[in-house]
C-alpha cells in the first residue's frame, strides 16, 4: 500500500464488511461503512424480543476463537474483542433413533455399521477425511459430496449423517456440495476443537469488528441505506445514499450481495456482459426456518443437538424433493442449540431458550412455513419431553425475515458451495469495474456461514494491502 492513506466506502454491515472494514482501519485507510438496518450484522445480528436477546437464524461458530474470526481479532490487534464460550461439558449430541448419544464420529460408526464390516468401512471414511493430503482435497473441490462417499460405500445411514453436515455447515444438497471444501471443513472443526459461541450472542461478532473500525479512526453509519454506487469513467467514484447525499472515496467495496451490487446498486450497463450473466446465474445457498422458544425455566444443560431422529438416507432424499416441491415432510431434522447453556444473560434470569433449524423453501405462504414450523415443535418435543410445559413463547423466524435483514431471497448464507461454486471458481473480489470489490459470503473465502465471509474479507484485505 502506498504511503497515502486512501478512502474507503463500504456497503453494507455484514461480517464481511465490518471485518475487512476493520482491518482497513487498523492499516491506516480512511474507512466510512453504510448500514441500512438499524443493527449491525446481516445474517449475524441479534434482536430483542420480550427480555431475550434472540439472532437470527441458528448458530455455532465451528472453529471458534482459533477461526476466522478470531483471525479478524489478531489482524486488528484486538484479541480479546470476542469472549468465546467452547460447546463442551456436555459435548456436541445427535438425536437418532429416540437417544441422544454424543455427536461423534465412533457413535455414527457404530449406527451406520450394522456389520464390523460398515464399521471399520466408515471409520476408514472418517480416518482418510483427517489425514488427506491438501493435493488430494483440492483436486475434490469438484467432486460432488455424493460422489466421494460412493467411493466407501453405498449405505444409506452414512449418506445421511454426512449430509447432515454438509446441510450444517453449507445448507446445500449432498450431490453438489463440493467434497473437497466439506473436507477442509470438516477437518479444522475436529483438528481445532474450539466450536463455539459468542458471549453477547451472535451479534457480539460484527460489534467487536465495528469498535475496530470505530478505534481506529473509521465511522459506521447505521440505518443509512445506499441506493447508487457512482460510476464514472469505468471506475466506481462513490455512493450516493437514499436521502440524496453522495460521499466519495478511492475504493468502494460492497458487502450488499452480488446480485443486489451488480444489477441494482450500479446497474448492468457498467459490466461486461458475460460477467452480468455469470452473476445473474450463481446459486445461492438454501433456505431455513427456524423455531424460537423461551422457557420458564431451564430443562436441559445441552448446548448442541444435531436432529436426525431415525432418518435414512431414502427418506432423506424423499424429504429433499418433498420440501423443492414445495410439500411439507412428516417428520424433520435439523439443529438445535441452547444459546443460554452458553450465556445465561441472553436470557431474563431462570429462563432458558431453544433453537431448532431447519430447511425449507424461501418466498413461500406463511401457512407453508407455520405447518413446517408445527413440525419443528414436534420434534422439539419428541427431543426435549418438558418443553411444552414450561413454555412461555415460541416464535418463528423465516426466510422472509432474513430478506428483510440480509437480502438475497432470504437464503442463509450466500453464494453456495456447490462444485460449481467454489475455490478458483468462486466470484473473485475484484470487478470488472475499477475500485469496486465485493466481499462476504460472495466471493472468494473458504469456511462455514460467517467463517466464510471473514475469511473472504481477510483475503480483501490481503489484495487491497498490495495495492
Known amino acids: 500500500m502506498s504511503e497515502e492513506k486512501k478512502d474507503v466506502i463500504i456497503v453494507g454491515g455484514g461480517v464481511g464488511g465490518v471485518a475487512v472494514g476493520a482491518m482497513l482501519a487498523h492499516d491506516g485507510f480512511k474507512v466510512k461503512l453504510f448500514e441500512k438496518n438499524k443493527l449491525i450484522g446481516g445474517r449475524c445480528l441479534t434482536y430483542d424480543y420480550k427480555g431475550f436477546k434472540v439472532d437470527l437464524g441458528v448458530h455455532l461458530f465451528g472453529v471458534g476463537p482459533k477461526g476466522y474470526l478470531g483471525d479478524v481479532c489478531d489482524r486488528i490487534e484486538m484479541p480479546d474483542a470476542i469472549e468465546w464460550v467452547i460447546s463442551k461439558n456436555p459435548r456436541p449430541t445427535m438425536y437418532f433413533s429416540g437417544e441422544l448419544q454424543v455427536y461423534s464420529r465412533k457413535n455414527m ?6 456389520s464390523e464390516e460398515e464399521f471399520n468401512l466408515t471409520m476408514k471414511f472418517f480416518a482418510d477425511v483427517l489425514s488427506m493430503r491438501k493435493k488430494k482435497m483440492k483436486e475434490l473441490y469438484y467432486t460432488g459430496l455424493t460422489d466421494f462417499i460412493n467411493t466407501y460405500s453405498k449405505n444409506p445411514t452414512l449418506h445421511t449423517f454426512i449430509s447432515m453436515i454438509a446441510g450444517q455447515y453449507f445448507c446445500t444438497y449432498p450431490d453438489e456440495t463440493s467434497a473437497g471444501e466439506l473436507i477442509r471443513c470438516f477437518r479444522q472443526v475436529v483438528n481445532a476443537k474450539s466450536s463455539a459461541y459468542p458471549v453477547g450472542a451472535c451479534i457480539a461478532i460484527p460489534k467487536a ?92 444443560d445441552q448446548k448442541l443437538v444435531m436432529a436426525a431422529s431415525g432418518l435414512d438416507y431414502n427418506r432423506i432424499k424423499r424429504m429433499e424433493s418433498e420440501l423443492q416441491g414445495g410439500k411439507v415432510p412428516d417428520k424433520v431434522g435439523g439443529m438445535v442449540t441452547i444459546p443460554t447453556n452458553y450465556d445465561a444473560g441472553l436470557a431474563p434470569d431462570g429462563k432458558q431458550m431453544i433453537f431448532f433449524g431447519t430447511g425449507c423453501l424461501g418466498e413461500k405462504s406463511k401457512s407453508y412455513y407455520d405447518k413446517i414450523g408445527e413440525k419443528c415443535w414436534e420434534m422439539l418435543n419428541e427431543i426435549f419431553p418438558k418443553v411444552e410445559k414450561n413454555l412461555l413463547w415460541k416464535k418463528l423466524d423465516t426466510p422472509k425475515l432474513v430478506e428483510a435483514y440480509a437480502g438475497e431471497y432470504g437464503n442463509i448464507i450466500g453464494v ?16 470488472p469495474i475499477e475500485g469496486l470489490y465485493i466481499v462476504g459470503a460472495e466471493a472468494g473465502g473458504h469456511g462455514i456461514g460467517a467463517e466464510l465471509a471473514a475469511n473472504s474479507a481477510m483475503e480483501l484485505h490481503d489484495i487491497l494491502m498490495k495495492k
Not at 469513467?233 to 467495496?253: C, F, P, Q, R, S
Open 416 to 431: 453456495a458451495q456447490t462444485v460449481d461454486q467454489i475455490h478458483e471458481r468462486r466470484p473473485k473480489h475484484q470487478t
Open 209 to 300: 469488528y465495528q469498535k475496530g473500525i470505530e478505534i481506529y479512526g473509521g465511522e459506521v453509519k447505521l440505518n443509512t441505506p445506499v441506493k447508487t454506487i457512482i460510476v464514472e469513467d469505468n471506475k466506481a467514484k462513490g455512493v450516493e445514499l437514499e436521502d440524496g447525499t453522495e460521499h466519495y472515496a478511492d475504493i468502494i467495496i460492497s458487502n450488499a450481495d452480488i446480485q443486489n451490487t451488480v444489477l441494482r446498486l450500479t446497474g448492468k450497463k457498467y459490466f461486461p456482459k458475460d460477467y452480468v450473466n455469470r452473476v445473474k446465474d450463481l446459486k445461492y445457498a438454501n433456505h431455513c426456518l427456524a423455531l424460537k422458544v423461551g422457557l420458564k425455566k431451564p430443562i436441559t
Open 109 to 114: 460408526s457404530k449406527v451406520v455399521g450394522a
